[in-house]
Each structure stands twice: as structure tokens, then as C-alpha cells.
């Protein structure tokens, strides 16, 4: 059946959305979610010129009575779920990409529902009765099309697209609408002259190839050309797992640092024996506030889901970085264990070189089988490092953004 019914949804402005629900003061005002660096705003804000990316330091000089909120993690997933819930309630085929959006495929829900655009007005509806947030719905036969028609439907709009017209929808919209056309890619396709999807997809392949590289090019002359044969995918297989903290951008010590990388650490160890799995390459990204970022990873003999193992490669990249940039401001830190296997029956222990299955390993991994067990019956805040209750350190914004993608800034207009 040749209809539009590959939906993509995507929450609008979700964590300043979220932020604004949970305090009605809010309500009509300029609001940025996030610490050094911007990860959501208002639609107040935004007519300022802030943007999802943008350090605070330039939003408030944009919008001089911006309003600034670290947001409640726990409040972010609560309304993830509600909404994905109501997602499932129309189909099973639900690809989450992240924590506020989505793919369904409601191809085998219209005999119950009715044709893709009444479900997606229908989810529309229970998703603003639900929780009061708006969400923003493309509705096309492909993937990166309805991705890109939810996104010009943006604010709180829907948008279908027929079968035969997605030329007419896709051509005359500009190339910064593709999935890869970062600035970099935008730049260089208009030193081509380049400006609308309708020139990539009339300009010869190899023209392309030549500027943007053959494998770049091939990827965005087939969007283009509206190839795209990608079915949606209710399940993916793990590549890695990550948790990553905002904060306000300044300079931080060493000292300072290692708290919020003991809990991310914990975090990500704790999800690995969750799911039954090792990892072998731990990696921190590190961002700064002019938002570059610098990345360091290691990869150990042995795989591991051991906290106190992972926290000391943690600690040793961690390290490395400090030292090597010590006058810049932090204003987010990432960990991120990849190389995922099925855990065995062996540990590394906490030194990298000690012999798996000693002695020590195996306190430490009953160590870590308590802690679990703890957390399961008492909640995860029965038990903290002890370095965050000396510190006293309560300013991070932890967590906004640890599901699927999160930290991405939120820019989504």
C-alpha cells in the first residue's frame, strides 16, 4: 500500500517545554534549559535569536532577561515515556531516536485508526491532552522525508506529503534540511552555487564528489533524488552506552571534574551488568566553552563492566585532558564504554594489567553486585561516591541529556 505512512515525531523545544510545565511561572517567557551552553529554549527565546548550541554567555547578551533552568531530569523522562506510550498505542513499530523523537511506521494501523494523517492529528491530540506538550509530525512513504517534513512544520504543526508530490515538497527547500549538511557542507555546496535540494539532486554526481568527497556525495544526491529504502527499526543493537553531565561553563580542577565522572562512570557500569554486557574502550568527550570539544579513549585487554575499573581509565583520560588545556572552561563531560559483548564469566580488575578472575576482581565485582542490589530495593540514591558529598558540589546539571542522544543541543526550528 503506497500511502504516507512513515511518521516522524518530534517534541517541540522539549526540555524548555518540560521546564515550563513543571513551573507555570514560566509560562510566556523567554527560558533557556542548560549550563555553559543552551540545550533548549523557548519560542520567546528564540525571537530573540537564541539558539539550541549557543554558549549562555551570547543568549544573554541577545535576550538580557533570559531565564535560565538546570531542568529536572527525572521530570524529562517521565514525559518521554507518557508520550511514547501514546506513540505505541497506534503502532509497534516505534524507532526511538532519541529522547523527545521518533519514527512509526502506521502502514498496518490504518484499517484501525484510519488513514496516516488522522493518526497523526489523533497522536497530536493525546500527546497535548496527556502532558500539554507539543509535538511536530511529518508524514511521507520515507524516513528522511518525514524527518524533514517534521521539521517544516515546526512549531506544533503536521505535515503530510502524498505519494507523487514529494518532489514538489522536497526540491525547493534549502540543503540545510538534509541529513549531513552541517555549515561546513552548507558552505561548500554554495561555493557550487548550490542552495536548494532541487540543484543537489541536478548536479552531476561526480561535480559533487569532487567538493564534498564520493561517499558524502552519494549519501546527499540520493536524498536528493528521494532514495531512501530504510525501514523503521523497533530494535538496534548497542553500539556503546553514555551519560554525560552539563554545567556552567568556568574553569575546573581536576579535583572538581572527578565527582561528576565517578557518577557518570557508575551510571554507564551500572546500565553494562543491567543489561548483561562488557565493554572494552572507554571514552570522555570534554567540551569547552567557545563549544569545542576534545575526546580521549582507551581500550583495555580485557572486557569489563567493573565501576571502580572503569572509573580509573576514566580518571586517566580525564587527566590527560586537564593537563593538557588547564585555562579552559568545561561546560559538559561525557563517558562513553564501547566494544559491547555479552558479559562472560571473567572481570578486569582495577588495575589494567591484574589477572582477571583474582581475588581482587572478585570483590570488586561483589562490590558492584551489592550495589545493584541495593539500588533495585532502595532506590539509585541509597548509595553515592563519598567525593560528591565532600565536595558539596550540588550545580551540575546532571544527566539532561543521558538518554539515547542527549546533550545534542535542542535546535530545532
Known sequence: MDIPGILHADLDAFYAAVAVKEDPALVGKPVAVGGGVVLSCTYEARAYGVRGGMPLREARGLCPNLIVVDGTFGAYVDYSKAVFEIFESFTPLVERLSIDEAFMDVTGSVHLFGSPATIAREIRSRVRESTGLAVSIGATTRKFLSKIASQVAKPDGLIVVEPGDESDFLRPLGVGYLWGVGPVTKRRLGELGIETIGDIADTPLDSLAASLGAGHARHLHALANLKDARRVETSRRAKSLSAQSAMRGKIRTLSELTPVLYRLTDRVAS???????????????????DLTSITRSLTIPTPTNSTSTLVGVGTQLLAGVVEEFPRHETTLLSVAVSGLG????????LDVDAVAGSPRSLELEALDESVDELREKFGDKVITHGS??????????DGLSEIMTPGEPDNDD
Do not use: H, W
Open 342 to 349: 555479552a558479559k562472560d564469566a571473567t572481570q578486569l580488575a
Open 271 to 289: 546500565r553494562l551488568r543491567a543489561k548483561e554486557m562488557n565493554g572494552r574502550t572507554v571514552t570522555i568527550k570534554v567540551r569547552f566553552g
Open 388 to 397: 560528591d558529598l565532600m565536595s558539596g558540589r550540588t550545580s551540575f546539571s
